[in-house]
């Protein structure tokens, strides 16, 4: 069984084009995340979504447009793609708001602006 | 705001020699510090996490990493090296004034010859 899994796996599109990213964790945690990891493989962390409501919005442009429709699902939408917005995208969960807490990664979106 | 740094952008071994990864983070209040794996084309697996229960960590595959306060530490190790061993290695922070996001390192490339 996959805790946290994301669809699709690779994703390729032109420029302009609207695309969404779906993340659905069987875990039954709470809390939710996307993390972008760029091309030097460095990992930010975009949004966190605690029972369904926004925790933490980053410095992201608001192209990009996290849906959460109930607490084992976080989606992502990402409006008018730029080629700078080619990348790993990662869902991750983790049982509550606590610190200390483990974070359960999905296996990833790779997303190709051409 | 909490940060870490990951000395080492590429480390290599041979089968059977330690492992050393070093990170050093900076934080205003006590840590909860963590390192994960990334293996090609995957998510990020956690690998040991610091809670301050103990200054010296054991977590999966024979890794183990000791929290220095004083040298503001949390070093990756393991005696031995295996070729299974290479990946993407990752320090994080999870930082209480910014939810429960993590705050990555820039990682480290272990490389393991035979």
């Known amino acids: 069984d996959t805790a946290v899994s994301q669809t699709p796996k690779y994703l390729v599109t032109q420029m302009g084009n609207d695309k969404s990213i779906k993340c659905e964790q069987n875990?039954?945690?709470?809390?939710m995340y996307w993390y972008k990891q760029d091309s030097k493989k460095f990992l930010k962390i975009m949004f966190s979504?605690?029972?369904?409501?926004?925790?933490i919005n980053e410095t992201v442009p608001n192209r990009f447009s996290p849906k959460s429709p109930d607490k084992a699902h976080l989606n992502l939408h990402i409006n008018s793609l730029e080629l700078g917005d080619s990348a790993v995208y990662f869902c991750?969960?983790?049982?509550?708001?606590?610190?200390?807490?483990?974070?359960?990664f999905g296996p990833g979106t790779r997303l190709t602006v051409l | 705001a909490q940060s870490v740094t990951q000395l080492g952008s590429h480390v290599s071994v041979s089968e059977g020699a330690l492992v050393l990864l070093r990170c050093n983070y900076s934080?205003?209040?006590?840590?909860?510090l963590f390192w994960y794996v990334q293996y090609p084309n995957q998510g990020l697996q956690l690998l040991l996490k610091?809670?301050?229960?103990?200054?010296l960590v054991k977590g999966i595959n024979g890794f183990e990493a000791e929290f220095k306060k004083s040298e503001t530490s949390f070093h990756l190790t393991k005696p031995s090296a295996h070729m299974s061993d290479a990946a993407e290695y990752f320090c994080?922070?999870?930082?209480?004034?910014?939810?429960?996001?993590?705050?990555f390192g820039k990682g480290t490339t272990l490389s393991v010859s035979s």
């Open positions: 875990l039954g945690h709470d809390t």
């Open positions: 991750a969960s983790s049982p509550g708001q606590g610190n200390y807490n483990e974070q359960f």
């Open positions: 610091y809670t301050s229960a103990a200054t």
């Open positions: 994080a922070v999870s930082d209480p004034q910014a939810g429960t996001a993590l705050i």
């Open positions: 934080s205003s209040v006590p840590p909860y």
């Open positions: 979504y605690n029972n369904k409501e926004l925790i």
